[in-house]
């Protein structure tokens, strides 16, 4: 079965620090994806990034850039220069071999000003 | 429209009453997907469509949940004779294709039960 586990219920960064929110998976699938979803207090949930496993180079959107450690199914999302903006929970999300999302229970981010 | 919408926004039910709940995907959306958002949780699976066909239905906590898409477009997912263990944020997803290939599934803004 899948799991996805998030460690941090909840994490801090001052504005134009850098944070990095964790997550960790199990599979038992060779093909898989995985994501991260930020839901602002509106709750329409986003995505912010999108890893294919089989792809070795951490991918990167901007100011977000995943740490995707496959041999120690690690997916850890990294925020540099933290905005306001960017206070939501985030969800860790794996994809493997059907439909089904199988989320994590998410890290709520606060970003002091 | 331009993304994933729902209706109500929040509900307010009598344990007993039956709801009905609405999600119109983005136009073109082959793929439909309905979570369950408790408090404090992440959304787990309900239920998926393939345009009208419901593929997989495995993820419904109990035969009181009855989730419909007839025209493959706009979906309804009715609870008959709510419990207060109902109460929680059920969200709509909606991708372009069949989601086996890491499609992005885009969601609606949840409609809010609670059953007093």
């Known amino acids: 079965a899948q799991t996805v586990t998030q460690s941090q219920p909840e994490m801090s960064v001052q504005e134009a620090e850098t944070v990095t929110l964790s997550c960790t998976y199990d599979?038992?699938?060779?093909?898989?994806?995985l994501f991260w979803y930020k839901q602002p207090p509106s709750r329409q949930m986003i995505l912010v990034i999108r890893q294919e496993a089989y792809k070795q180079q951490n991918a990167t959107e901007n100011r977000f850039s995943v740490n995707f450690q496959k041999a120690a199914k690690s997916f850890s999302l990294k925020i540099s220069d933290s905005q306001l903006g960017d206070a939501a929970m985030y969800f860790c999300a794996s994809l493997s071999g059907t439909y089904k999302y199988i989320f994590g229970t998410g890290t709520r981010l606060k970003v002091l000003a | 429209g331009a993304g994933v919408s729902q209706s109500p926004r929040y509900k307010v039910a009598k344990r007993g009453q039956d709801v009905a709940l609405r999600c119109d995907p983005i136009s073109g959306h082959v793929s439909l997907f309905w979570y369950q958002q408790a408090l404090g949780q992440g959304p787990e699976f309900l239920t998926y469509?393939?345009?009208?066909?419901?593929?997989?239905k495995s993820g419904l906590p109990s035969d009181r949940f009855f989730a419909e898409r007839p025209e493959g477009s706009v979906s309804t997912l009715k609870i008959q004779r709510t419990q207060q263990e109902d109460s929680a944020v059920y969200l709509c997803?909606?991708?372009?294709?069949?989601?086996?290939?890491?499609?992005?599934?885009?969601f609606g803004p949840g409609t809010r039960l609670t059953v007093l």
């Open positions: 469509f393939q345009n009208e066909a419901q593929l997989d």
């Open positions: 997803a909606s991708s372009l294709v069949r989601s086996s290939g890491g499609d992005e599934q885009f």
């Open positions: 599979t038992s699938e060779s093909d898989y994806y």
